[in-house]
């Protein structure tokens, strides 16, 4: 089920807010599954690992796209 419609209902703003939401927390279980980050955020006990997360997000969206762009079975 695609977010736009588990949030149909939902104000713009709330669905912005949701969606965020949910692409992080698929993204960081996406990271921990392939090495590229330590810890799954519903798993942590500490109060800065979102901030950690926020540090880190934009070169783990960088090894992923790298990832996709030298993958010679990417196009099939």
Sequence with gaps: MSTRKMFADMDAESRYFYEKIVNTALLNMYAVEHQLFDVRLCDSDDPLIMLRWQ??????????????????????
């Design 55 to 76: 540090e880190v997000e934009p070169l783990i969206m960088d090894t992923i796209q790298n990832q996709v762009d030298t993958d010679p079975d990417a196009d099939k």
